[in-house]
């Protein structure tokens, strides 16, 4: 039992934030080329973000720094440390070096928790959660939030895969199922693994309309949260749409690059405004294009700005402006407090007129 003592350090740590280098404290190997790492803040501060959300950590690769985005596999109800689980695709850079090379007590910077991907803030109690491949990673720290507060959801978890052993969390979900918390998990393969000796009891083929429907049939009545390729969730959204469920109550996040939308077109072929960036503390003036990104006129410029996703998702090309007015398309990667600050994302916002940056 903790002592008084114990209690009033708790109630007085402070929060994380990304001023803050990160510690690696475990690594847990997951399926192939896949591991969870977790990280303590050294000071002890803790952890507060919505579940879903996400980090974005800067890599020291044998080719240079790079900076890769995670979304968060740990719950906020758990604040002490922070997971993200990883996949090293074909051709990784930054997931490839963590798997080979970070160990405990090695520190990475971190931008972040950011992102709007949440259930934080539904008043639901009852969820569909569909996922395949890493997309698996937000809906199981939704689903441990809400296991931990103890609401008695109802909670519906559809999690897609080539083959078995490519299931990330596969027994973590299973023991959870086997609580009767609540929770009731389906995977879904498209055929079973050849080299294994295990008899494949579960679901086969594509995720279709009718499958949704054995899986959870009253899906009309559930929040559904869908992560994983674009393809995989243009699916899913058709199948739903096909079903007759109530799309407003449809939330997806995806990694991929957005489609442009009309305010972005218009702001893009503006052609009657002579355009500048101002790098204050270089002090260099650099005219650009309309259609041009503050990223784009820093690079030309010859100014470097850190860089991770391009699209504003992961928040690490976060700067200053101080004078004149941007269009910012981002997605998530920026809080409202951050833009009342008078802080942009350099990869999506195109300057209107003249602007200047503190960089």
């Known amino acids: 039992m903790a002592n008084v003592n114990d209690r009033t350090e708790t109630a007085i740590r402070n929060t994380w934030t990304d001023t803050e280098v990160l510690e690696c404290v475990a690594v847990r190997p997951e399926i192939a080329n896949t591991a969870t790492f977790s990280f303590r803040a ?4 803790l952890f507060e973000f919505d579940p879903g959300q996400f980090i974005t950590l800067e890599i020291p690769a044998p080719s240079g720094t790079v900076h890769r985005t995670y979304t968060i596999s740990s719950s906020p109800s758990r604040p002490y440390s922070i997971d993200i689980t ?34 934080a803030s539904s008043e639901s109690t009852k969820f569909l959660f569909i996922s395949a491949g890493s997309g698996v990673t937000p809906m199981m720290s939704m689903t441990t939030f809400l296991l931990d507060k103890g609401c008695a959801p109802d909670i519906a978890f559809v999690h897609c895969a080539r083959k078995p052993s490519e299931l990330v969390f596969r027994q973590s979900l299973e023991k959870l199922a086997n609580k009767g918390s609540g929770l009731d998990v389906s995977f879904v393969v498209t055929a079973p693994d ?9 679901h086969q083929g594509r995720l279709t309309p009718a499958m949704l429907e054995q899986i959870a049939p009253d899906y009309l009545d559930r929040d559904v949260y869908c992560c994983g390729p674009e393809s995989f969730m243009r699916s899913v959204e058709d199948a739903l749409i096909t079903l007759g469920h ?4 449809y939330h997806e996040e995806s990694f991929g690059a957005p489609a442009r939308n009309a305010a972005e077109t218009t702001a893009s072929t503006q052609t009657d405004t002579t355009t500048e960036v101002h790098f204050e503390v270089a ?8 259609s041009d990104t503050v990223l ?6 010859g100014i470097s700005i850190p ?13 200053k402006k101080t004078a004149g007015d941007v269009h910012m398309a981002h997605n998530g990667g920026i809080s409202e407090q951050d833009i009342a600050a008078g802080y942009i994302l350099a990869c999506c916002s195109k300057p209107l007129g003249k602007v200047s940056i503190q960089l």
Do not use: Y
Request: charged share 20%; glycine share 12%.
């Open 246 to 249: 109530d799309m407003s109550r």
């Open 307 to 319: 860089t991770g996703c391009t699209f504003g998702l992961c928040g690490t090309c976060k700067v």
């Open 42 to 45: 050294p000071s002890g501060a």
């Open 283 to 290: 002090d260099r003036r650099h005219p650009c294009a309309p």
């Open 194 to 202: 050849a080299a294994l000796n295990e008899a494949w009891n579960g």
């Open 296 to 301: 784009a006129a820093a690079k030309e410029a």
């Open 86 to 119: 990883a996949k090293a695709q074909e051709g990784s850079i930054g997931t490839r070096w963590m798997l080979d090379h970070l160990k405990l007590g090695m520190r990475l910077k971190a931008v972040g928790p950011l992102g709007s991907f949440t259930n």
